[in-house]
């Protein structure tokens, strides 16, 4: 059960909010290749260690929020709002 | 008056003889004092034989003092509720109790499942796997499952109340014996917020089951002085008969708490989710069995909860005792049962001698101490009644020496203390094996938990006074609490730790079996077998074996098993590894995990602003997600089915009302709404008109049809989007990702207002009559009012928007009020209506309708697999110049396949065959059908006088005409291929 630290809300647990999957997943224009698209589609990098993703904030603020979380510890390591850029950050 | 029961020690315990209990076990009469465990009481009354074993029905007697008990396993019954596989070492004994063992027949003393026992080497590890197969499981399984299984469903559980409660605290102390004690002490002088729990119901731990001093004094007193100190401040919460039963991410642990399961008029438990800034883990060590022939006779007990009962329940389990070990610890069992008075006939001791001071004390006490030596088996029927013993080799390995046989009615066993790592492990932390005390240790830990006492490998009393203080010293100062260096755990003179040698298993193997799982009578022979066929894995042979999967969840079983893994696979116990630990530490009610959601609360009904109306009208409800919505208002002694063909044709011919309550409503404003929904919509949203309204479809990003409805737009910057009732949530939340994630530079904001608003349509030839009855500022008449458009204005008093638009078919005018105004808006429309023959329209005759029209329904016409050019929108897709959602998706080869599944209705051949939903349009293909579609949608029309049903159907589009076979419950029958529109094809009804 995390303890995610809302920028709006401030700390609140897991239950509140909702799991959106990977951040910074672009998205091509109409014109990208199959390829491309069907990357965009279904591939994400399910990384060992630092994962950055949002989540919504859906029985508080109802805000969506980044974070960047060790997928091994699921330390939190960062909370930051959405149309930030990624964080720069090693896994501990 | 009865006399006092017989293994009962005149004095001494902490039991209050001035109180008795009487209670039943089995079906006999027997008394107890105030202080007494079940499994206390039974052991003073001489009660040896307390259950049955899952699988050979064996005798079983009380192994424990504690939560590892596998044997002791009781229904218990108080004020005519009962509670399934009680443990009796952690009941606590109340006055009217009625505990019946579990898993025998007739009776626990003589069981017929005892059969299985003598037969034993026809059920090896794994039997029912390998015969059970010819001809075929089922055959079997009845039986079987009625001889599996443990435990019978608790009686009066309605009576059972469940709470959940949430507690957050600075440091959480999870065990209150000495260590946790000393630690909650220590954080509660510094001034932490801090919870203490334990399993027991009373605080000490260990501290009340040992004869030890502190500082000169009994320990118990200092466990008084701790205990008055802890419950008189104001930052310290205590829960008793509580336990701790899984540790999550970030410091997230849940309790079962017990401490109100005893009430007379119906039991209370409580299910704790605590948060904690620190956790200090002080959860003890669990004493390990001893592994020889017959084992598991009743009357062999671990050494721990031999002088447990002696000590705190003054009761003296036997007559002459031998005490089995391989460490120092075991001594003082011996020495208690002799302090108490007891006959202790001999001290088998693995290692060739115990330390100075422990030989000492022996000698002094002239107690019979064999060194080098292990017990190979134990002898007896129903009890133990001797055992045999022998000198181990030099190296450990192989015995020596001839056969000694030593009478006793009570053998004490040790194989020494394994940490209770559980929590520890729970969180995903590691673990290392310990060579020296022959048990796995908390290792490395990555969350803020710190490990003291027992449970991290500290025994002497003295060692865990002082790192239990000092982890709540740390506790205390890591959340922010001033802390002075003051001395707190009492100074004791340091002892040795208790020189274990970690020998458990008996050399040289035996013919007789030999128990490693008490409960699911598990033996070192199953675990040989498993290695043998080459479940060498700890998982596997786990699995394989079922050892460790009784719902002791191999407490006393798990290290033994491990031990011999290493052994006969020529490996380490550290390469062998454990199982891993999972929550819960031990069994949980599911009542007290579901709490309060349960009945009406576990998942409330929404109902409908009419729903009084609808339920004096005779309306029959149907759940449709979470809304109770009128399926259709039978008339005297209507069907249905009935009911709703009247209604249909009440609409159809005249005027019908039909509550629209919990279709979807989301609010879009802002200068760039139509610019968002322009690229949510496969529809063109930019060029759509004020006060008209269009019909769109949502994709998700693969190009599939994740929902419909109309959208309107009530000013140039302001639109009303309408969703289908089951996605108004989900779409509302999805349009909200989009904004916040995707495009967040679009302004404008998303309000769900879904609830505000009640919908009542009004629908049929008369639904223009029925409304202009009606005070209003809107002009109903077709001029002014035309199909798809949408009007704001007061209507019948009420400020309304009236959307003209018709999903079955007529002439129909969708009344938008909000919600606390909706029942009075009915009734007064269906008064309005009544000379001209209004009809409530439930949701069947709606459903009836639209498939009548072909109107689609997403979620039964479409599935994960259906994009909007099956559906034939692709002239809008195409025509439409800018991105939407899954646009990119509808450009693949694949969305675009000729072989696709398309959206056509059908009807059937014969004017007598029905068409249902989920039926298979099928081809004979090499003899074998293939199924090419199905129908979606089925109905009989009221209408038209005949079956029709939508459906997909590949090709479908280039085969209207075609004939088609559909395949429902084994019968093929012939449909031809039609349009989707079988009612008022140029739509000039609902145009009217």
Redesign the interface.
């Known amino acids: 059960?995390?303890?995610i630290a809302c920028p709006w809300c401030g700390v609140r647990?897991?239950e509140e909010f909702r799991f959106?999957g990977e951040s910074h997943v672009s998205?091509?224009?109409?014109d990208?290749t199959?390829v491309l698209?069907a990357d965009?589609?279904f591939n994400r990098t399910n990384p060992r260690g630092v994962h950055c993703e949002?989540w919504?904030h859906?029985y508080g603020c109802?805000?969506?929020l980044n974070l960047a979380r060790d997928t091994v510890?699921?330390?939190i390591l960062c909370v930051y709002r959405?149309?930030e850029p990624k964080p720069q950050l090693e896994r501990s | 008056m009865t006399a006092g029961p017989e293994f009962r020690l005149a004095t001494g315990g902490c039991i209050d003889r001035s109180r008795l209990l009487r209670f039943t076990c089995n079906g006999r009469s027997l008394i107890g004092y105030e202080g007494d465990t079940l499994a206390s009481a039974l052991l003073a009354n001489g009660v040896r034989i307390v259950g049955r074993s899952l699988k050979f029905h064996r005798p079983r007697g009380v192994l424990s003092a504690g939560v590892e008990e596998p044997n002791a396993l009781f229904r218990v019954e108080i004020d005519g509720a009962s509670r399934p596989l009680v443990r009796a070492t952690l009941q606590p004994l109340v006055g009217q109790l009625t505990a019946t063992s579990e898993n025998c027949f007739p009776s626990v003393e003589f069981d017929l499942g005892r059969i299985i026992d003598f037969t034993h080497r026809l059920w090896p590890a794994g039997f029912y796997n390998k015969t059970f197969k010819w001809p075929r499981w089922s055959a079997y399984e009845g039986l079987i499952r009625r001889a599996a299984g443990l435990g019978r469903l608790p009686q009066g559980g309605e009576r059972a109340r469940y709470y959940h409660h949430n507690l957050h605290c600075d440091v959480l102390v999870c065990g209150a014996g000495a260590a946790g004690l000393s630690a909650a002490l220590a954080a509660c002088r510094a001034g932490a917020n801090v919870v203490l729990i334990d399993q027991d119901r009373r605080l000490g731990g260990g501290l009340l089951a040992e004869r030890l001093t502190i500082e000169g004094a009994p320990a118990t007193k200092w466990l008084e002085r701790t205990e008055a100190e802890l419950r008189r401040a104001r930052n310290v919460y205590i829960l008793l008969r509580t336990t701790v039963t899984g540790y999550?991410?970030?410091n997230?642990l849940t309790a079962h708490d017990e401490s109100h399961a005893d009430l007379v008029g119906g039991s209370v438990e409580r299910w704790w989710?605590l948060?904690a800034r620190e956790v200090v883990l002080a959860t003890g060590a669990i004493e390990q069995p001893l592994v020889f022939a017959n084992n598991d006779l009743p009357g062999i007990m671990l050494a721990g909860a031999v002088r447990h009962y002696v000590n705190r329940y003054a009761v003296m389990l036997g007559r002459a005792v031998v005490v089995a070990t391989n460490n120092d610890d075991a001594y003082r069992t011996a020495f208690d049962v002799h302090e108490a008075g007891g006959h202790v006939a001999a001290i088998i001791d693995a290692r060739p001698q115990p330390s100075d001071a422990v030989a000492a004390e022996a000698r002094a006490r002239d107690l019979a101490l064999f060194g080098s030596s292990v017990v190979t088996r134990a002898r007896g029927g129903s009890a133990v009644r001797g055992v045999s013993v022998r000198m181990l080799s030099a190296d450990g390995k192989g015995l020596v020496g001839p056969e000694r046989r030593i009478d006793c009615d009570l053998l004490a066993m040790s194989g020494g203390w394994n940490p209770a790592i559980h929590l520890f492990s729970q969180a995903?932390r590691s673990l290392r094996y310990d060579e020296q005390i022959g048990a796995f240790m908390p290792a490395r830990c990555?969350?803020r938990v710190q490990v003291v006492g027992g449970v991290n490998g500290e025994f002497p009393l003295a060692k865990i006074l002082v790192s239990g203080a000092a982890s709540g010293l740390e506790a205390a100062r890591r959340t922010g609490n001033a802390v002075h260096s003051v001395p707190i755990a009492p100074a004791l003179a340091p002892a040795a730790d208790y020189g274990i040698r970690p020998l458990r298993l008996t050399p040289g193997g035996a013919n007789e079996r030999q128990w490693l799982d008490f409960l699911h009578d598990v033996t070192t022979a199953d675990v040989e077998l498993a290695v043998r066929e080459n479940y060498v894995s700890v998982e596997h042979a786990k699995r394989y074996t079922t050892a460790g999967m009784a719902i002791d969840q191999g407490k006393t079983t798990n290290l033994n098993v491990m031990t011999l893994l290493a052994e006969l696979t020529g490996r380490t116990v550290s390469d062998v590894g454990t199982t891993t630990f999972r929550p819960p530490f031990t069994p949980v009610t599911i009542g007290a995990i579901s709490g309060g959601a349960t009945g009406q609360f576990f998942a409330p009904a929404r109902l409908l602003p009419a729903h009084a109306w609808h339920v004096s009208h005779g309306a029959r409800f149907d759940d449709y997600g979470a809304w109770k919505r009128p399926a259709c208002y039978p008339r005297g002694g209507e069907t249905r089915d009935q009911a709703a063909h009247r209604e249909v044709l009440a609409a159809r011919s005249g005027v019908g009302l039909f509550d629209g309550s919990p279709l979807g409503k989301i609010e879009v404003k802002g200068p760039d709404a139509a610019e968002f929904l322009n690229r949510i919509y496969v529809n063109n949203a930019v060029t759509l008109q004020s006060g008209r309204v269009r019909y769109g479809l949502m994709l998700n990003?693969?190009g599939i049809v994740i929902d419909d409805g109309v959208f309107a737009r009530l000013s140039p910057e302001h639109f009303l989007v309408n969703t289908t009732s089951a996605g108004a949530d989900r779409i509302a939340?999805w349009l909200?990702?989009w904004h916040?994630?995707?495009w967040?530079d679009l302004r404008l904001v998303l309000v769900p207002v879904t609830t505000q608003w009640a919908v009542v349509a009004v629908v049929g030839p008369h639904a223009r009559e029925v409304l202009e009855r009606f005070p209003s500022d809107i002009d109903f008449s077709a001029e002014r009012f035309p199909h798809m458009s949408v009007r704001t204005g007061h209507f019948a008093g009420v400020s309304a928007r009236i959307k003209r638009v018709s999903f079955c078919g007529e002439l129909s005018f969708e009344v938008s009020v909000p919600a606390d105004r909706a029942e009075a808006l009915w009734i007064q429309l269906m008064n309005a209506g009544e000379s001209l023959g209004v009809a409530a329209v439930g949701i069947e005759a709606w459903m009836v309708m639209r498939t009548e029209k072909g109107f689609l329904h997403v979620g039964t016409d479409t599935d994960g697999t259906t994009n909007p050019l099956d559906l034939g929108f692709g002239p809008i897709v195409d025509k439409k110049q800018d991105?939407f959602v899954g646009?990119?998706?509808l450009?693949?080869a694949y969305d675009r396949a000729d072989s696709r599944r398309q959206f056509v209705g059908f009807e059937p051949m014969n004017a007598a065959d029905r068409l249902a939903a989920g039926a298979h349009l099928v081809t004979v293909k090499d003899v074998k059908l293939r199924s090419e579609g199905f129908i979606t949608s089925a109905c009989f029309s009221p209408t038209l006088g005949k079956s029709i049903g939508l459906g997909l159907l590949e090709r479908g589009f280039a085969r209207r005409g075609e004939t088609v076979s559909v395949f429902d419950e084994g019968c093929t029958r012939p449909a031809r291929v039609v349009g989707t529109t079988f009612y008022d094809p140029t739509g000039e009804r609902m145009h009217g």
């Open positions: 059960m995390l303890q647990d897991e959106g998205r091509p224009p109409t990208a199959d698209w965009y589609l949002r919504l859906s109802g805000r969506w510890t699921h330390e959405m149309g | 999550y991410d970030h997230v989710k948060r995903g990555q969350q990003e693969n939340s909200d990702e916040q994630c995707e967040p991105d646009r990119r998706s450009m693949r």
